[in-house]
């Protein structure tokens, strides 16, 4: 399994980004994939999640109502699209790709495989 991230960059307070999440060898109709981020000297956390079982989403407090989590099967890819953005979001973001059960779905510990992180930089 591999999962490639993309879309992170520099942008103003008040903008917006596309993170996209290509995955190969997992199957997004099967499992779950989970945008996390992780800020410096802050532990990783949860951002969003898009389950297998009909591609329900969750959002973190943080997120919800600015991010939305949405996938292309037809491309393998989960995107999060991220308006309004925050100083406080800047961060590197990783998707991640697992079978986590409903209570694990913000842990860390509930995804096998990871990607390498792309990284958002919010200017305020």
């Known amino acids: 399994v591999q999962l490639q991230a993309s879309g992170g960059g520099l942008v103003e307070a008040g903008g917006s980004l596309r993170l996209s999440c290509a995955a190969s060898?997992?199957?997004?109709?099967?499992?779950?994939i989970g945008w996390f981020r992780q800020a410096p000297g802050k532990e990783r956390e949860g951002v969003s999640v898009?389950?297998?079982?009909?591609?329900?989403?969750y959002y973190a407090d943080s997120a919800r109502g600015r991010f939305t989590i949405s996938r292309d099967k037809a491309k393998n890819t989960v995107y999060l699209q991220m308006n309004s953005l925050e100083f406080e979001d800047t961060a590197v973001y990783y998707c991640?790709?697992?079978?986590?059960?409903?209570?694990?779905?913000?842990?860390?510990?509930?995804?096998?495989?990871w990607g390498q992180g792309t990284e958002v930089t919010v200017s305020s």
């Open positions: 060898g997992f199957a997004l109709d099967g499992g779950s």
């Open positions: 898009i389950r297998s079982s009909g591609g329900r989403t």
């Open positions: 991640a790709a697992g079978y986590p059960i409903l209570s694990s779905m913000w842990s860390v510990s509930g995804y096998r495989y």
